[in-house]
Nanobody, 120 residues
Framework: QVQLVESGGGLVQAGGSLRLSCAASGSIFSINLMGWYRQAPGKQRELVASITGGGSTNYTDSVKGRFTISRDNAKNTVYLQMNSLKPEDTAVYYC??????????????WGQGTQVTVSS
């Protein structure tokens, strides 16, 4: 069984910073793509940032220059450093990993979500 456990969400004032972490545990053979998604009330879940196994990153336009995604392969962990936060960044943030367990094919796994609230 694989679990993705997120941490680091909370309440912050506009202009502040937060760092999200997501650690995967279980019988993991390999992790391909890691990413962070978010879902605000009444909106669809959207991709915020992703990082490949080789370290290539991708960001949605609204967070470019403010958010940084990184990964620690030894710890099966992905991070999202969020700076210069804005009220419109308020959402539940979910981590996603495309990984393979021993003896299985790659598939997507999701974290439980962590609330990020930015006050104006």
């Amino acid at each position: 069984q694989v679990q993705l456990v997120e941490s680091g969400g909370g309440l912050v004032q506009a202009g502040g910073s937060l760092r999200l972490s997501c650690a995967a545990s279980g019988s993991i053979f390999s992790i391909n793509l890691m990413g962070w998604y978010r879902q605000a009330p009444g909106k669809q879940r959207e991709l915020v940032a992703s990082i490949t196994g080789g370290g290539s990153t991708n960001y949605t336009d609204s967070v470019k220059g403010r958010f940084t995604i990184s990964r620690d392969n030894a710890k099966n962990t992905v991070y999202l450093q969020m700076n210069s936060l804005k009220p419109e960044d308020t959402a539940v943030y979910y981590c996603n990993m495309n990984l393979r367990r021993w003896g299985t094919a790659y598939r997507d796994y999701w974290g439980q979500g962590t609330q990020v609230t930015v006050s104006s």
